[in-house]
């Protein structure tokens, strides 16, 4: 049984536009979201998260929106660039200490 | 500064044959510790994690087991491996009782022929 959903396992898009990765959950205890990146061969990196309590988050590039009535959330990108070509985990943290809960990724590619 | 490191980045071992994935972390102490598989068209499995040295948490029941012999270091072996452990192994680490977020290794790819 999937707790984190990324329907989309792949998603092309032109430089310079946007990039929208979308995450479904299915768990409403879930307390904090995150968004991790992975190049082939390299281990996942932390790009930007947000707490259960918002619904958007911006950092330079990427914003997370999050609907908690709709248990969605999603990554924007803009503008898009050809080193954002990886693959994007959605993951959720259920509260108490334990581990998190990632989706199944996105592969995104950029084209020039 | 936390860094972590496993090894060894590349394996091929034949079928029956044993494994031993190390990873350490430093510059931190009593962290939490993660073992997970990355296999292809499944995403980030979560296999085993340690919140303690002796205390391991198996997610996925399997030929592989998990050991914490220090605070620090975090140890996935098999006795016998199956042509299905094949995969790209990651160890994470992350605070205790913080928001969650993981830092991961390089990852330590894994063929079994």
């Known amino acids: 049984d999937q707790q984190v959903k990324q329907n989309s396992p792949s998603l092309s898009v032109q430089e310079g536009r946007i990039s929208i990765l979308n995450c479904d959950y299915t768990n409403s205890m879930f307390d904090y979201f995150l968004w991790y990146k992975k190049y082939p061969a390299e281990g996942p990196t932390f790009l930007i998260s947000?707490?259960?309590?918002?619904d958007k988050n911006e950092d330079g590039r990427f914003t997370v929106f999050l609907n908690k009535s709709a248990k969605h959330l999603s990554l924007h990108i803009v503008p898009s660039q050809p080193g954002d070509s990886a693959v994007y985990f959605c993951?959720?943290?259920?509260?108490?200490?334990?581990?998190?809960?990632f989706g199944k990724g996105t592969r995104l590619s950029v084209i020039a | 500064s936390q860094t972590i490191h496993q090894w060894p980045a590349t394996l091929v071992q034949p079928v029956g044959s044993p494994l031993s994935l190390e990873c350490t972390v430093e510059g931190t102490s009593n962290p939490n510790l993660y073992w997970y598989r990355q296999a292809a068209g499944r995403g980030l499995q979560l296999l085993f994690y340690?919140?303690?040295?002796?205390?391991i948490s198996s997610e996925v029941p399997q030929n592989l087991s998990a050991s914490r012999p220090q605070d620090r270091q975090f140890i996935l072996s098999s006795k016998k491996l199956l042509l299905s452990d094949s995969g790209f192994y990651l160890c994470?680490?992350?605070?205790?009782?913080?928001?969650?977020?993981?830092?991961f290794g390089e990852g330590s790819r894994l063929t079994v022929l």
């Open positions: 994470a680490w992350s605070r205790t009782g913080v928001t969650g977020e993981l830092f």
């Open positions: 993951a959720s943290l259920p509260r108490g200490n334990t581990p998190l809960v």
């Open positions: 947000i707490s259960s309590i918002k």
């Open positions: 340690s919140v303690g040295i002796g205390q």
